[in-house]
């Protein structure tokens, strides 16, 4: 603490973001009380660091013993204080550090502050007064968008939502000290808690909490913050601070918000790599070439100029170079008009794209992202001409979905810089990177894959160079496991209806039908591998929606696909002559295989290393493959029910189907019979 005149000034030091362990509240405590005593003081300046007033409460504390004071304690102190306690937002105020905030009697925001509510993201409410001083602050309707989704709020809505008081340009400290001193006699206090909820209009609240409940209907934390914003209008303070306490401990006891945490210490762990020293720094990298103008190109191209990186996408045709620019046009107005961008963004993302028809761009590219056909001889082609032409540490990644890394880099004299940038499709959308480790790629040229990636808002994952990767090598044990469940018995709508209700969006086959048949046939056909069912509708021309049948039939205009007598009879055809006899195969059958078949063969990628730890694993699926977020990914649901029901599970299905390959996988059968968990498994590594 210190003293400016007659104001006192409390600075929270904890870096990076000065988290609200048990220390940091003891210290503000402490430095309240002194301030509140010193008859000198007429007013408190509560201030945090550049970057951050407070990222919030240190979740790492979860589950301790609490350290008093708790944070609802030291925030109803600071609000009872009787003289004004000014917050300084200078940075990020998020969680517990917008609650203490709104504790404050006055907040002062600098340009860059942002507050926010991100508990929501791990599944749970704000749980230290923030769904109910909120509403008294700005009213119920605009408090859901905030609490509901847990985006940020820039200094200037902050200010327009009434939420802060005054923007202070230049020095935070001297502004705030200055406006402390102005309000120094200024009485009474305003607390917030002792506000009313501004009267509303209740059909404008319904109305908007449905909007905000429907972009992720499944999950029970979105709807629990409405709950608690509601309790906000017709409860007392200390009733309402009672049903959100409630709230908040149910559900941080149970499975959703324990798999959201989960997911929020994987992606964390995911940045640290095996053999890379926490110190390596990344390339700089500011100008990026895409090279090939297709579906991927597209969409790997928008992500990087959304992240704000100058883009360059090239490709030999001119007519798809036309087409791949318009599509991206297209995309970012579309997601405009919905509300994903502003217009000033959309313009300012395009403004750095360019688009080229020869390869002269790479030459001053910091990093390339090659796009083109999967054909191992067009890439080896590629990537020896980009040896010659881009500048020394350029880092040169390929977007293959099933070649070898290493093949790719032995055609370059600097395979250090060569590495797999392996996005999803829609790549503009889905989050997922999987970025693959070649035999010889630099760490630094992997660390910077990793911070472009996230700078593109994906999530990054590093893996290793095996065949189809993590995430399509888990992916094709599972589409065994569809097909075999095909020939035994059960058909593509039982299949498909399963899946849904455990929790996937959208069913295996219907997927295939949305994909198109041919895609994988095309890739089997390469490789000498058959799938008699999905082979047979890809040679009948059923490539699916496309083509308007596929596993199912598509009328025209619509999406949804309804049975086919034909593919049913097709399936018990090929299924008579490979000599099943069809039996009845029940939903959870169903289920069980197809997720325990991912478990099994995740449990083999990460002996085999190709993974660094099963909670990389959760985040694939999660991130590229719609897994459901309430199970925490596919590794955290097995240690959910517990590896030895996994593995006897396996060994029954194995047994029942006569596939091998669902046997328990070595690590797999040694940590159920240690009665162990993936968890501790990861602990190790
Ligand atoms: N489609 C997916 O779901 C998906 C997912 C992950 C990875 N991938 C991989 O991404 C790559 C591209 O796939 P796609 O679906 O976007 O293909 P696509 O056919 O839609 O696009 C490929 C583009 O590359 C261009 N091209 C071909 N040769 C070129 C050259 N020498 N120089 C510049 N451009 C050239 C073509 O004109 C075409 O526009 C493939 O390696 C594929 O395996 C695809």
Same mark, same amino acid.
């Given at each position: 603490?210190?003293?400016?005149?007659?104001?006192?000034?409390?600075?929270?030091?904890?870096?990076?973001?000065?988290?609200?362990?048990?220390?940091?509240?003891?210290?503000?405590?402490?430095?309240?009380?002194?301030?509140?005593?010193?008859?000198?003081?007429?007013? *408190?300046?509560?201030?945090?660091?550049?970057?951050? =007033?407070?990222?919030?409460?240190?979740?790492?504390?979860?589950?301790?013993?609490?350290?008093?004071?708790?944070?609802? &304690?030291?925030?109803?102190?600071?609000?009872?204080?009787?003289?004004?306690?000014?917050?300084?937002?200078?940075?990020?105020?998020?969680?517990?550090?917008?609650?203490?905030?709104?504790?404050?009697?006055?907040?002062?925001?600098?340009?860059?502050?942002?507050?926010?509510?991100?508990?929501?993201?791990?599944?749970?409410? &704000?749980?230290?007064?923030?769904?109910?001083?909120?509403?008294?602050?700005?009213?119920?309707?605009?408090?859901?968008?905030?609490?509901?989704?847990?985006?940020?709020?820039?200094?200037?809505?902050?200010?327009?939502?009434?939420?802060?008081?005054?923007?202070?340009?230049?020095?935070?400290?001297?502004?705030?000290?200055? #406006?402390?001193?102005?309000?120094?006699?200024?009485?009474?206090?305003?607390?917030?808690?002792?506000?009313?909820?501004?009267?509303?209009?209740?059909?404008?609240?319904?109305?908007?909490?449905? /909007?905000?409940?429907?972009?992720?209907?499944?999950?029970?934390?979105?709807?629990?913050?409405?709950?608690?914003?509601?309790?906000?209008?017709?409860?007392? #303070?200390?009733?309402?601070?009672?049903?959100?306490?409630?709230?908040?401990?149910?559900?941080?006891?149970?499975?959703?918000?324990?798999?959201?945490?989960?997911? =929020?210490?994987?992606?964390?762990?995911?940045?640290?790599?095996?053999?890379?020293?926490?110190?390596?720094?990344?390339?700089?990298?500011?100008?990026?070439?895409?090279?090939?103008?297709?579906?991927? +190109?597209?969409?790997?191209?928008? @992500?990087?100029?959304? +992240?704000?990186?100058?883009?360059?996408?090239?490709?030999?045709?001119?007519?798809?170079?036309?087409?791949?620019?318009?599509?991206?046009?297209?995309?970012?107005?579309?997601?405009?008009?919905?509300?994903?961008?502003?217009?000033?963004?959309?313009?300012?993302?395009?403004?750095?794209?360019?688009?080229?028809?020869?390869?002269?761009?790479?030459?001053?590219?910091?990093?390339?992202?090659?796009?083109?056909?999967?054909?191992?001889?067009?890439?080896?082609?590629?990537?020896?001409?980009?040896?010659?032409?881009?500048?020394?540490?350029?880092?040169?990644? @390929?977007?293959?979905?099933?070649?070898?890394?290493?093949?790719?880099?032995?055609?370059?004299?600097?395979?250090?810089?060569?590495?797999?940038?392996? #996005?999803?499709?829609?790549?503009?959308?889905?989050?997922?990177?999987?970025?693959?480790?070649?035999?010889?790629?630099?760490?630094?040229?992997?660390?910077?894959?990793?911070?472009?990636?996230?700078?593109?808002?994906?999530?990054?994952?590093?893996? +290793?160079?095996?065949?189809? =990767?993590?995430?399509?090598?888990?992916? %094709?044990?599972?589409? /065994?496991?569809?097909? %075999?469940?095909?020939?035994?018995?059960?058909?593509?709508?039982?299949?498909?209806? %399963?899946?849904?209700?455990?929790?996937?969006?959208?069913?295996?086959? %219907?997927?295939?039908?949305?994909?198109?048949?041919?895609?994988?046939?095309?890739?089997?056909?390469?490789?000498?591998?058959?799938?008699?069912?999905?082979?047979?509708?890809?040679?009948?021309? /059923?490539?699916?929606?496309?083509?308007?049948?596929?596993?199912?039939?598509?009328?025209?205009?619509?999406?949804?696909?309804?049975?086919?007598?034909?593919?049913?009879?097709?399936?018990?055809? *090929?299924?008579?002559?490979?000599?099943?006899?069809?039996?009845?195969? @029940?939903?959870?059958?169903?289920?069980?295989?197809?997720? #325990?078949?991912?478990?099994?063969?995740?449990?083999?990628?990460?002996?085999?290393?190709?993974?660094?730890?099963?909670?990389?694993?959760?985040?694939?699926?999660?991130?590229?493959?719609?897994?459901?977020?309430?199970?925490?990914?596919?590794?955290?649901?097995?240690?959910?029910?517990?590896?030895?029901?996994?593995?006897?599970?396996?060994?029954?299905?194995?047994?029942?189907?006569?596939?091998?390959?669902?046997?328990?996988?070595?690590?797999?059968?040694?940590?159920?019979?240690?009665?162990?968990?993936?968890?501790?498994?990861?602990?190790?590594?």
């Amino acid at each position: 603490m210190q003293k400016d005149g007659e104001v006192a000034v409390i600075t929270i030091t904890n870096p990076p973001v000065n988290a609200l362990s048990g220390a940091v509240r003891q210290g503000i405590w402490g430095h309240l009380q002194d301030a509140l005593a010193d008859e000198s003081v007429k007013a *408190i300046v509560l201030a945090g660091s550049a970057r951050a =007033f407070s990222g919030g409460a240190d979740i790492t504390e979860f589950g301790k013993t609490p350290v008093e004071p708790g944070l609802n &304690p030291l925030i109803d102190g600071i609000e009872a204080a009787d003289k004004p306690v000014v917050a300084a937002i200078e940075g990020l105020a998020f969680g517990g550090g917008f609650e203490i905030a709104l504790g404050c009697h006055y907040r002062v925001m600098g340009p860059k502050g942002s507050l926010g509510l991100p508990e929501v993201k791990i599944g749970l409410i &704000p749980g230290a007064g923030g769904t109910q001083r909120l509403p008294r602050l700005i009213g119920a309707t605009a408090s859901l968008a905030p609490i509901v989704t847990g985006d940020a709020i820039s200094a200037d809505d902050a200010v327009k939502l009434g939420i802060a008081d005054k923007l202070i340009e230049g020095d935070m400290l001297a502004g705030a000290v200055a #406006f402390a001193k102005d309000v120094a006699d200024k009485r009474p206090l305003r607390r917030v808690s002792e506000l009313d909820v501004p009267a509303g209009d209740a059909e404008a609240f319904e109305k908007e909490a449905s /909007r905000l409940i429907a972009r992720n209907r499944k999950l029970q934390a979105p709807q629990a913050c409405v709950e608690a914003v509601r309790a906000s209008m017709s409860q007392p #303070f200390a009733e309402g601070m009672k049903t959100e306490h409630d709230i908040f401990h149910s559900l941080r006891e149970g499975d959703e918000s324990k798999a959201q945490r989960h997911l =929020f210490f994987a992606e964390r762990a995911a940045l640290k790599l095996p053999g890379v020293d926490k110190d390596v720094k990344p390339r700089k990298v500011e100008k990026i070439a895409v090279l090939g103008a297709g579906t991927m +190109g597209g969409g790997i191209t928008m @992500s990087m100029a959304t +992240g704000g990186y100058d883009v360059t996408i090239i490709d030999l045709n001119p007519d798809n170079l036309k087409r791949g620019l318009g599509i991206i046009e297209n995309n970012y107005r579309k997601t405009a008009a919905r509300g994903g961008f502003t217009e000033a963004e959309v313009e300012d993302a395009l403004s750095r794209i360019h688009g080229a028809t020869d390869f002269d761009a790479v030459k001053d590219a910091d990093m390339v992202i090659e796009a083109v056909f999967e054909k191992m001889e067009l890439k080896k082609k590629i990537f020896a001409d980009l040896d010659r032409l881009c500048k020394p540490g350029c880092v040169l990644a @390929s977007n293959t979905s099933s070649l070898d890394i290493d093949e790719i880099a032995s055609v370059t004299s600097r395979p250090e810089d060569v590495l797999g940038m392996h #996005f999803f499709s829609p790549a503009n959308v889905m989050r997922l990177l999987e970025n693959v480790r070649g035999a010889k790629t630099a760490p630094d040229a992997l660390v910077t894959a990793n911070t472009v990636g996230k700078q593109a808002g994906k999530v990054p994952v590093t893996v +290793g160079n095996c065949n189809g =990767f993590v995430g399509n090598r888990m992916g %094709a044990a599972r589409a /065994r496991q569809v097909h %075999a469940l095909m020939l035994e018995g059960a058909m593509p709508q039982q299949i498909d209806r %399963a899946a849904k209700n455990f929790g996937f969006a959208m069913g295996p086959l %219907a997927t295939n039908d949305l994909a198109g048949i041919d895609v994988g046939w095309l890739v089997r056909k390469e490789r000498g591998e058959v799938m008699p069912i999905h082979d047979t509708l890809a040679e009948m021309g /059923r490539h699916g929606q496309k083509t308007k049948r596929g596993f199912y039939i598509y009328e025209e205009g619509s999406r949804a696909g309804v049975p086919d007598p034909e593919v049913e009879q097709l399936i018990r055809k *090929i299924a008579g002559e490979k000599g099943y006899t069809p039996r009845e195969v @029940s939903d959870e059958e169903i289920v069980e295989r197809l997720i #325990f078949a991912l478990i099994n063969e995740g449990s083999q990628i990460l002996e085999e290393g190709f993974a660094n730890r099963a909670s990389d694993i959760d985040l694939i699926y999660i991130y590229g493959f719609g897994f459901p977020v309430w199970t925490g990914g596919p590794m955290k649901y097995a240690d959910r029910l517990g590896l030895r029901t996994v593995a006897d599970k396996l060994a029954q299905y194995a047994e029942v189907s006569g596939m091998d390959e669902l046997k328990p996988k070595p690590l797999l059968a040694r940590l159920a019979a240690e009665q162990s968990s993936f968890a501790d498994y990861d602990k190790t590594r």
